[in-house]
């Protein structure tokens, strides 16, 4: 079982920024896959950005050249650095690993809004 514990949410203005945080249990980390998904009321659930074990990261067009995810292995902590956010991009964020199957966090709101 993997637990994801996230912060870092909150209330921001147009154009400003956020860093959310995702906390990991289990002694596997560096072989999970892991990503930050977002869910905006009345529309499904949307993959945000993904870091693979290897490093190697993916990113929804609405967010690349704004979002960067980053993991550090040795605090077992995935990272999500938000920029130049939009209206757009207010939702609930959840944190999530692969290993064998899905895993996920509770969800922190993010709310961008003057």
């Known amino acids: 079982q993997v637990q994801l514990v996230e912060s870092g949410g909150g209330l921001v203005q147009p154009g400003g920024s956020l860093k959310l945080s995702c906390a990991a249990s289990g002694s596997i980390f560096t072989l999970y896959t892991m990503g930050w998904y977002r869910q905006a009321p009345g529309k499904q659930r949307e993959l945000v950005a993904q870091i693979t074990s290897g490093g190697a990261t993916n990113y929804a067009d609405s967010v690349k050249g704004r979002f960067t995810i980053s993991r550090d292995n040795a605090k077992n902590t995935v990272y999500l650095q938000m920029n130049s956010l939009e209206p757009e991009d207010t939702a609930v964020y959840y944190c999530?690993?692969?290993?064998?199957?899905?895993?996920w966090g509770q969800g922190t709101q993010v709310t961008v809004s003057s």
């Open positions: 999530n690993a692969v290993f064998m199957r899905h895993f």
